[in-house]
């Protein structure tokens, strides 16, 4: 697969199959990814990869949480700015309905947020999250680079024949999180990725993008 064809792809996979993943593939995946770049060779990510039994316990909690209702823990940093205006506020609310209306979950679905909470919390069945963290001192540019390094993860894998989810909302289960990975202090959840192979029984599910008109501007071509 080259690199057009990985890109061109990937995709937030939203039904994994219980197929186990080759420990050796996320070892030669995670050992080529650290060739991503990072301003002054920071390579400021740290990384917790959990499969097996404290997988199942990390989603058997989440999950116990969402149902309950848990509104999670306090945010350590905002998800997305607190007034989305046009044109950002269109796709996110055009993608939501026809993510959440493949998996069964109507808008005016009063359970909606358990649904899809719970959803979420069992990593949509993927038998691996890769968990990245960054020192808390760490600035904006920093989160710049942990953002090419998971990208350069998610192709490695694409090029594996394996899909992934980048999830956010682990971060609402942070201290949950940290508990079963263990994590230091001062080292801050950024996101989880759910990782295995995509469960084809599931219709697929791909999102528009903006034409490049609307998010490209050449200038001197």
Known sequence: MDVYEAVDSRRAVRAFSDKAVPHETLERVLGAAARAPSSGNLQPWRVYVVTGEPLVELKRRATARAFAGDPGDEREYPMYPAELTSPYLDRFGAAAAQRYAALGIERDDPERPKKIAALNSDAFGAPVVLFCYLDQA??????????????TVMLLLRAEGLHTCPQVMWTMYRKTVSQIVGAEEGEQLLCGVSIGFEDEEVPPLRTERAAMAETVTFVGA
């Open 138 to 151: 760490m600035g904006p540019g920093q989160w710049a680079d942990a953002g090419m390094y998971l990208q």
